[in-house]
């Protein structure tokens, strides 16, 4: 009877292992995907325009923390689409490089923000993504 107790013991204690690593795991991966999200849903085109202030680069989320993915040259022009606030409360938009392809997230205080008309309604209209 000792035996089987000790299997059994050692049975509970593997999945309770095992369950605490899959969570412990899942949480790592749930954080790392919502601090780089990549391209948020949008639906449409946002207002406004940004002006580059020195050398950024595009990064795949909205933190400093997230890969790099193009740099642009002080005074690119990139098309605002959205924008959050994250969690050190630092507004970033997702952006579009002017007359390429190249999308990603910009941290507002590396360039000058442009207030746009875009839809002709008479107001400049940030939208949150």
């Known amino acids: 009877m000792t035996v089987v107790r000790q299997m059994l013991t050692t049975a509970m204690a593997t ?16 954080a790392t995907a919502q601090a780089c999200p990549g391209s948020p849903n949008h639906a449409a ?34 098309w605002l689409w959205c924008y959050v606030v994250n969690s050190s409360q630092n507004t970033w938009y997702w952006v579009r490089e002017e007359n390429q392809a190249n999308s990603g997230w ?13 839809n002709g309604n008479g107001r400049f209209e940030k939208r949150h993504c």
């Open 15 to 30: 999945i309770a292992l095992g369950t605490a690593l899959t969570v412990t795991g899942g949480a790592t991966a749930s």
């Open 45 to 78: 085109n946002g207002e406004g325009y940004g002006i580059v202030n020195g050398t950024h680069s595009l990064r795949t989320g909205p933190s400093v923390d997230c890969s790099a993915t193009n740099n642009l040259p002080s005074g690119t022009k990139v």
């Open 106 to 118: 910009m941290y507002a205080g590396n360039m000058t923000i442009h207030e746009y008309d875009d």
